[in-house]
């Protein structure tokens, strides 16, 4: 293939995917304001296609309204609810549907362009990219699973349900993400040694970085993010407006055991007991939190010895070995902001408690949380290289 025509296939396939990181992160901001405006379970259907309509005229909305006061969130929690209520909640989660099947067009239609009618993708490539119109359409189908558990006895969705919900959407928009930076930093056949080297990642430079300290940060926070949706699920936030102490004390054994010995077996609560999930979503925290430090920092330390040692050698550094186009300027500002995110959201997160749980920090919160996961899903790909 002619190397014009490599080049502006490369430039769209990164708008693609920009495009659709973009609209996803669009997508999971609606979503989590519709779970915190308390909307999710304003809409009792799923009409994958004629769903697309939201009610044209007044009789129209009636009807929606009264399909929903058939339903045990009417029925238990929002009795006194008006029609322009209503509406406000029906709003948030339409924008939140219609948004998602925007987002499975902009997966399917440029891929299939590729694939079929230019043929520009081939093997490997085509089912890492065809895997994408396939996610968003499960990721609608779990949505349907999760509301359906809100619309049976009691008018809250479930908590596993939820998480399944969210970690498919972090899945996909990690997926999204690593995949433009494979078409954006392209691994470069030949060494930079023209290019002035010194500024550019190499291997030898990542081979410095510790891998334990990745993994672990990998782990903890993989669980930190499990235990925060379980969290937001059974609205385990509120249950103590205290801290450090839970019910003024550090260790609140009396919720503990006497609610572990009533009802709930040992797996249940673990993964369902509301004061057991804040205890442990607040504390593990703040391990998390310094575990992701030690990584930043012992990393910041590591890359700044490494380029002191290679300057006192008097070696021109990195010769002849950086292979990507990532500069160590871009490898600092990605660990300085990984070690804010990081330093941040156990802030904001003691704050949320503190505060009873408002919008607006729970809000941050998730935020945070899709970029300090973002931050440290790029300095893993450079290290991985
Ligand atoms: C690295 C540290 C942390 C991470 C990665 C993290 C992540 C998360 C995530 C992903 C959620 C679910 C958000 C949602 O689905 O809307 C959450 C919820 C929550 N987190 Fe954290 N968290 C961290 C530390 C903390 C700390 C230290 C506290 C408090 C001491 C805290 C308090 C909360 C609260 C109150 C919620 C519930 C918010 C709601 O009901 O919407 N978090 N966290």
């Known amino acids: ?50 769903g697309s309509i939201p009610p044209l005229n007044e009789s129209q909305w009636q009807e929606d309204f ?3 006061q058939e339903y045990p969130q009417y029925r238990i929690k929002n ?90 959407a972090l899945f996909f928009i990690s997926y999204v993400f690593v995949l433009f930076l494979k078409y954006h930093y392209i691994k470069l056949a030949e060494p930079l040694a023209k290019h002035d080297p010194a500024s550019y990642v190499s291997a030898d430079m990542l081979a410095v970085l510790s891998k334990p300290a990745l993994l672990f940060s990998w782990v903890f926070l993989a669980l930190q993010t499990l235990y925060g949706v379980f969290m937001a699920g059974l609205r385990a936030g509120r249950v103590s407006a205290d801290y450090p102490t839970m019910f003024g004390q550090f260790f609140p054994k009396e919720q503990f055991i006497g609610l572990a010995d009533a009802k709930f077996g040992l797996l249940q609560f673990m993964f369902s007991h509301a004061v057991f999930i804040h205890f442990i979503h607040r504390h593990l925290g703040i391990i998390t939190a310094l575990i992701i430090l030690f990584f930043v920092l012992s990393s910041l330390i590591k890359i700044y010895g490494w380029q002191q040692n290679q300057q006192n050698q008097h070696k021109p550094a990195c010769e002849g070995r950086a292979s990507m186009k990532v500069k160590v300027k871009t490898l600092y500002t990605a660990f300085f902001l990984l070690g804010a995110a990081v330093l941040l959201q156990p802030l904001v997160g ?36």
Request: charge should be positive; aromatic fraction near 12%.
């Open 350 to 385: 003691i704050l949320a408690i503190l505060w009873h749980v408002p919008v607006s920090l729970a809000f941050v919160h998730f935020l945070l949380a899709i970029i300090l996961l973002h931050l440290l899903l790029f300095v893993t790909w450079i290290q991985a290289k």
């Open 1 to 50: 293939m002619k190397q014009a025509s490599v080049h502006s296939q490369r430039r769209f396939k990164k708008i693609w995917l920009m495009s659709l990181f973009s609209l996803s992160l669009l997508l999971m901001i609606i979503g989590n304001l519709t779970r915190l405006t308390g909307s999710g379970l304003s809409m009792v259907n799923w009409e994958p296609i004629m």
């Open 66 to 68: 009264q399909q929903y």
């Open 79 to 168: 009795q006194a609810m008006t029609l322009s209520e209503f509406k406000f909640i029906f709003y948030f989660e339409y924008i939140h549907r219609i948004l998602g099947r925007l987002v499975g067009l902009v997966a399917l239609l440029p891929f299939l362009w590729l694939a079929a009618a230019s043929r520009h993708i081939k093997g490997k490539e085509l089912l890492q990219l065809g895997i994408l119109p396939v996610l968003v359409g499960m990721q609608g189908f779990v949505g349907w699973y999760m509301v359906k558990s809100g619309l049976i006895n009691v008018p809250e969705v479930s908590h596993f349900r939820l998480a399944l919900h969210l970690f498919l």
